[in-house]
């Protein structure tokens, strides 16, 4: 653990994390540059894996890393550690930078503009919506899954990955990588802070989104037209690929961590933004060991399924 110099004080937490927030509110081409190193870094460096002292030496590095560096190309900080465990974070980094710019230019041409207004209210225009996009995505996903597994997995299995690409959990996961809160109305905007028990509604406005572009897609024209069907693939695909990527692998047994939902701990790292830090603490072994502890195994049929598969 290196001892004590290793953690970080309050008065340094706080320090660090204004930094951080006034440098990603930047606007311009500088405020694009920052945050494409910053989800770089927190791809590459799994800060989602971290407590929160090393979160926050993390971050002391990333200053330090783009503070030395801000002449490269954005997007680049990290990129040596990546290569260390792979480069499958960078890729899904930089997905996610696309896929928002496909969001906000959707946004801009006013192809999403209802599915934005969340109103949970019962037979309300958006409930439909987001009724609407339900089905879209069990056809995208079925669609999906059809020519990309339907070589190895039988009807059962294909019907196990469409629930769980579907699920709760990845489609809460779906909204936090991607920072759809952002564009939210700023009553709606705490849904970026990853309580767990606001993970079926920040679902729910990613199907709302889908419902948006299902009806879209009918009566676009043009420019308009083209945002829509590109921004329509794209979310279903990003989906597939971040349902993916929170299957459990053989390593981990029965223990399962991609499927417990998005919780602080357990997203990229967009929940950073706009918290003060707590009182930081020492952290010592057992504390250590609580948080990397892995969780039970959920009480769900595609645990099972997946489980036996992985053990032939």
């Avoid at 919506?129 to 339907?150: F, I, P, S």
């Avoid at 083209?226 to 989906?239: E, P, S, V, Y």
Wanted: contains cysteine.
């Amino acid at each position: 653990k290196g001892g004590a110099s290793q953690y970080v004080t309050n008065n340094a937490a706080t320090a660090i994390m204004e930094w951080l927030q006034a440098n990603r509110k930047q606007d311009g081409v500088e405020g694009a540059n920052f945050e494409a190193d910053w989800k770089a870094w927190c791809s590459a460096n799994r800060l989602y894996n971290m407590t929160k002292q090393q979160r926050m030496r993390s971050i002391m590095e990333f200053k330090a890393a783009y503070e030395a560096g801000k002449n490269k190309a954005p997007g680049t900080l990290g990129k040596a550690e990546a290569t260390k465990r792979g480069t499958g974070p960078l890729a899904m980094a930089r997905g996610v930078a696309a896929l928002r710019t496909k969001v906000l230019k959707a946004k801009e041409l006013e192809v999403l503009s209802q599915s934005l207004a969340p109103d949970w209210t019962q037979s309300s225009p958006w409930q439909k919506l987001e009724w609407l996009g339900d089905k879209e995505l069990d056809r995208g996903l079925a669609e999906r899954l059809y020519k990309t597994t339907a070589s190895f997995l039988d009807e059962g299995g294909l019907s196990y990955m469409v629930c769980w690409l579907r699920s709760t959990s990845t489609l809460n996961a779906v909204f936090l990588m991607i920072g759809l809160h952002e564009i939210l109305p700023e009553d709606h905007q705490h849904l970026g802070d990853a309580i767990p028990a606001d993970d079926k509604f920040r679902a729910d406005v990613v199907e709302a989104i889908l419902g948006e572009l299902a009806e879209r897609k009918e009566t676009a024209t043009g420019e308009a037209l083209a945002a829509t069907q590109d921004l329509l693939a794209a979310l279903l695909d990003f989906t597939c690929v971040a349902g993916y990527s929170r299957l459990p692998g053989p390593a981990m047994g029965t223990a399962w961590t991609a499927a417990r939902g998005a919780g602080a701990e357990d997203t990229e790292p967009e929940t950073l933004t706009g918290n003060e830090p707590d009182e930081v603490e020492e952290v010592d072994d057992d504390d250590d060991a609580d948080d990397n502890a892995a969780p039970e195994a959920p009480d769900d049929p595609f645990a099972a399924w997946w489980g036996a598969a992985m053990a032939k």
